[in-house]
């Protein structure tokens, strides 16, 4: 749920990065915090347990000035992956503005894979929220590694919708793909954003615009 | 999902309430906050990342103790203290989507904290109230503006 601060000329974001256990969700956020210039990024927290697994989310705030005259704030969040801790997924769910589904593209990882996306759309229910109102990417993580589905076996099992979600390929380790998938989720968020408040704005009435000659 | 929207006055309003319980209560800092962690304004902070992450944290924990009030057959807990060595947090719902947020000294109490933001939110509470929901329209007095994209890449890197 975006919030506007008119005061400070900020316009804040919410993006959720969702996923199964060991997918990469963590590891997305540190290579951003790693790569990004300082006057882009805060400080990154993260909330681990001593096996250093998430215990409650990873945080990372960035800024942009991608819109004119706005700073957009933009509040990076990772939720754990473990299904016992899925009272704190809820919870970090709350106001979301925009989703990435991290999939870990091994073979053995795809019921896990599909156990999350569907824990991920029953979380979402619990706001009376779903994907289709939701600007949404899909991540397919690990594709250095072997025993990997194709890609078009994950867009077959994980975006089975009428309106299909963007995906990237990935190896968050080095960060390929990283990058393209945060910045395609951003601008879909403030697409949405910009087109819901401009629809809004009254044009100004002919009577009331200044003449220049 | 349409979010919400803040003007400059009732900033403002906060913020001279702000201040006027800074300086009876002894607080160190004070954040005023929604539930999903973000800042409406804070007082007497440092104007570096810490804000964030101490609101994101700030309504993180909040959140997990609503849940246990569930737990426990409780709607909410309507406000917790953290306390340490040297200073602790007190955080207190407000307007029901809201966190005030209190770091204090060693030498101030959880009562007279509570005693003072209880006063203090009976002034902050109705403001907050006004900017639930509150469209962007609203909170510019009709006069908002159309939003552009200012450029292709939302984030450059360095490299």
């Known amino acids: 749920m975006s919030f506007v601060n008119l005061s400070k000329r900020e316009i804040n974001f919410k993006i959720v990065f969702y996923g199964p256990p060991l997918s990469g969700k963590t590891t997305n956020l540190e290579h951003l915090h790693e790569v990004m210039p300082e006057d882009v990024k805060g400080k990154m927290t993260m909330l681990s347990t001593q096996q250093d697994r998430t215990l409650y989310f990873d945080f990372l705030p960035l800024r942009s000035d991608a819109i004119k005259g706005y700073t957009s704030k933009f509040q990076l969040y990772t939720v754990p992956g473990q299904s016992i801790y899925n009272q704190t997924r809820k919870i970090v769910l709350t106001g979301v503005d925009g989703l990435v589904f991290v999939a870990d593209s091994q073979w053995d990882e795809m019921e896990h894979n599909v156990e999350s996306f569907e824990n991920l759309q029953e979380n979402l229910q619990t706001y009376n929220r779903s994907l289709d109102d939701i600007p949404f990417v899909l991540q397919f993580n690990k594709r250095d590694l072997p025993n990997i589905a194709p890609v078009e076996y994950l867009d077959f099992v994980l975006n089975q919708r009428d309106d299909k979600a963007v995906f990237f390929e990935s190896v968050a380790c080095n960060g390929d793909g990283v990058h393209e998938t945060l910045n395609m989720v951003c601008k879909m968020v403030m697409a949405q954003f910009i087109e819901e408040h401009n629809m809004n704005v009254k044009p100004i009435a002919e009577d009331s615009a200044v003449a220049v000659s | ?159």
């Open chain 2, 1 to 159: 999902m349409m979010g919400y929207a803040v003007s400059e006055e009732q900033v403002n309003l906060l913020n001279d309430a702000l201040e006027v319980l800074l300086q009876e209560s002894e607080a160190q800092a004070l954040f005023i906050s929604d539930y999903g962690g973000n800042i409406i304004t804070n007082v007497a902070t440092d104007e570096d990342d810490s804000r964030e992450t101490v609101a994101a944290l700030a309504a993180g924990s909040f959140s997990a103790t609503r849940e246990l009030a569930g737990m426990i057959g409780e709607n909410s807990f309507h406000s917790v203290f953290h306390k340490g060595d040297h200073s602790a947090i007190y955080i207190q719902c407000i307007a029901g989507e809201f966190i005030i947020l209190a770091i204090l000294g060693k030498g101030t109490t959880q009562g007279l904290a509570k005693l003072y933001i209880d006063k203090a939110c009976r002034q902050i509470e109705p403001i907050l109230m006004e900017t639930s929901g509150q469209s962007l329209e609203t909170a510019s007095g009709g006069e908002a503006e159309k939003f552009e994209f200012n450029s292709d890449a939302v984030f450059k890197t360095e490299s």
